[in-house]
């Protein structure tokens, strides 16, 4: 039956194509025969950011980081919050971007104009005469994958919306005497004397009930949830994979170390002496015209009798560096020295005398008096970095196409890992209790958020079968598959019950250190005499916690202190209770000038930035933005 489709496969397709055509007329074409519409993520002023907007727009993101650090570790890049942060960037652009078009913000061309000049890389461009070369321009934005047109319009929307926000930031002021009042506050300190009621004190005198376990463990079930879990497998293929898989014979070491010897044998370096006479660059051309007239005196002396260098060196040089040693620059490479000097000495031979040579502190002559050409490395030297080296090489242009093996062998037999891992040379490697979300010190691909949310996908939950292949970080792919699954379930109460007593006593004890604390306060502020139990005077800042808990140093540097001693309690939950007594306040020492100074502009920034996050959210009112992805929970 193929065979005759095969022969008459011209007919076949005429077939078809009368039958699917009517279907497509009588019903019409929807996008959704071609794809599946990209769930909404976000909206702003009606204007929806889809799923795919946002995926392309992080992988943008990604790409950009990893071209500028290379070494950046990739796994940082792809987490919950940092995609969630790509979002964030991408509704805050819309934002600004309505407002710019809503307040009639444009750009003039001067103003674009102004604004490209300041660009090094264009100002570079300009001719003489001052006029742009366009051709090159054109090469550069090209480069980004842009026209000139749309390059330019990108810099005048850039310009129109930090517009909105900038009008708002330049017009923020603070005076003197605010930053004063809000930084004096800041470093206030206080003297205090504490007293604590700890939930430990009080544990061993809960004795609970087993109605009472019970009841505990029905209202709060939640705390004994176990999370779904799954045994994996997975493979991962990365440049030191594919490099063990390739053999160099000792022919392509032997060619590869002939085609670099000179790479391999270090640079060559020359020692040099010279008379410099001084001429900067900005120097009248006057001046400059006559230091010259003296280095051709000179160089015309040093010629009739090269023995002389040296000493007239010594004499005539006003380099203070070199003049005492005759001139000598002792041996230096390339790279060490001004171009024009470079190009002159490496292009002479030992003992010649060069012209002079003009360079931005003034004339040089040189006279180049030795040449230390480099050692060369022996092939046996060399041999186990060539292979290391020549591997990798080989391994990076390799890539691409065994990961393509990699990802079809992994689509193409998706029941199990064994048959990539014998094709390749991997190493299949088994972990347990797996989650949706890297756990704590998690490495590899059990710490990559796309390989696991590959991992619980249904038709890997369900069926067993292998993920796709999956990018990790730069030159690395992983696949796996889930072997055993447990799903999220409510422990019964038999299993916890010990986790149970502990939480219940827990909870209790440090509700009863919270009554005795506040009886307690009450007591001590009606009859500050009867206070016993306080512990030594100390002296606590925001900057200086004397190892105090954040929110008890907080609670006492907010307490009302117009008439001392003032009393405050502090609730600080499973820690228990906490009483504060303070007894002083203390201001804080004028700074210096300059740190007085230093410290303004901090609060002016800080005010500023706060106003700018005001008027932002303002913004999203008034556009009314939604975010519907949720947020990741803090890590």
Known sequence: ????????????????????????????????????????????????????????????????????????????????????????????????????????????????????????????????????????????????????????????????????????????????AESKLALDALYQRREVQIARFTPAAFAAKITPTDSELQAYYQAHTARFQQPEQASVEY??????????????????????????????AGKEERRASHILINAPKDAPAAEREKAKARAEALLAEVRKNPASFAAIAKKESQDPGSAPSGGDLGFFGRGAMVKPFEDAVFAMKKGDISDVVT????????????????????????????????????????????????????????????????????????????????????????????????????????????????????????????????????????KVRDQVRDMFIADKSAEMARKEGETQLAAWKAAPATATGLGAPITIARDQMQGQPRALVAAALQAPADQLPAWTGVDLGAQGYAIVKIDRVIERTAPDAATTRQQH?????????????AYYDLLKQRFNVRIKAPKPAAE
């Open 235 to 264: 493979v991962v293929l990365d440049l030191d994979a594919v490099r063990a898989g390739i053999t160099l014979s000792d022919s392509d070491l032997r060619s590869y170390y002939q085609e670099n010897l000179a790479r391999l």
């Open 601 to 613: 502009q901090q609060y002016q920034q800080a005010w500023g930035s706060a106003e700018a996050l």
């Open 1 to 176: 039956m193929f065979e005759s489709i095969r022969k008459h496969s011209k007919i076949v397709m005429i077939l078809l194509f009368l039958l699917i055509i009517p279907s497509f007329v009588l019903v019409g074409i929807d996008h959704n025969y071609f794809s599946e519409k990209s769930p909404v993520v976000a909206s702003v002023d009606g204007h929806d950011i889809t799923q795919a907007e946002w995926d392309n727009a992080h992988r943008a993101e990604t790409d950009r980081i990893r071209a500028q650090s290379p070494q950046i570790d990739g796994k940082l890049l792809d987490t919950p919050a940092a995609r969630y942060a790509t979002l964030e960037r991408m509704v805050r652009d819309r934002v600004l971007q309505a407002a710019a078009k809503k307040m009639h913000l444009g750009v003039s061309d001067a103003r674009l104009a102004q604004e490209l000049q300041s660009i090094p890389a264009i100002a570079s461009l300009k001719r003489p005469d001052g006029s742009l070369d366009a051709e090159a321009y054109r090469a550069l934005v090209g480069a980004q994958g842009m026209t000139p047109e749309g390059f330019e319009n990108r810099v005048r929307n850039d310009i129109a919306v930090n517009q909105v926000m900038g009008s708002v930031i330049s017009s923020s002021f603070s005076g003197n």
């Open 359 to 494: 360079s931005d502190f003034g004339y040089h002559i040189i006279q180049l008096t030795d040449i230390k050409a480099p050692r060369q490395p022996s092939f046996e030297e060399m041999r186990a970095s060539l292979e290391n080296e020549v591997k990798q090489q080989q391994a990076q242009r390799k890539f691409a196409e065994v990961a393509e093996t990699f990802a079809n062998s992994v689509y193409e037999q998706p029941d199990s890992l064994k048959p990539v891992a014998d094709k390749l040379k991997l190493k299949i490697q088994t972990a347990t209790d797996v989650s949706r979300l890297p756990k704590p010190g998690a490495t590899g691909p059990l710490a990559n958020s796309r390989f696991l949310e590959a991992l619980f996908q249904p038709d890997s939950l369900q069926n067993k079968r292998n993920t796709e292949a999956v990018e990790i970080a730069p030159n690395t792919m992983a696949a796996g598959r889930i072997t055993a699954y447990t799903p999220a379930q409510t422990l019964p109460f038999d």
